[in-house]
């Protein structure tokens, strides 16, 4: 749901449809890469790596990351343990931030919703 208020700023912020199918893969494309699933986030240069803050994808990755990889599941025993703290460490997610994560997920919808109506607001002054 977040991720769909980012494209409803875009289709906002953007004249035309063709507009917005040209800018979507811009937008996409980094918040999978800051995920951490491609590629490691150790990976990203440290100058660049505030913008996995920005990405819902992430705070949804880390979530998903916890339920599928929960340290006291079975899947992380008999051997697995190492692995799915492996998981948890390259991905930088930390059990005790369940709450953050989706409070993030709120705060990023309700921003980019916000943003996108306020890009509305400036056009229609700018019409009218």
Known sequence: AASCSVALMLGCAVPNVKDVNELAPVIYV????FTGFFISLSQIPVWLRWAQYLCSFKYAMNLMILIEFQLSSKSCHDGAQENCLKIHN???????????????L???FFAFRLAGAI??????????
């Not at 980094?30 to 890469?33: A, D, E, V």
């Not at 890009?119 to 009218?128: G, H, M, S």
């Open 90 to 104: 390259d991905n930088d997610v930390y059990s005790d931030l369940i709450w953050f994560y989706c409070f993030m």
């Open 106 to 108: 709120f705060i990023l």
């Open 30 to 33: 980094p918040q999978i890469l």
């Open 119 to 128: 890009i509305l607001v400036q056009k229609a002054k700018r019409f009218y």
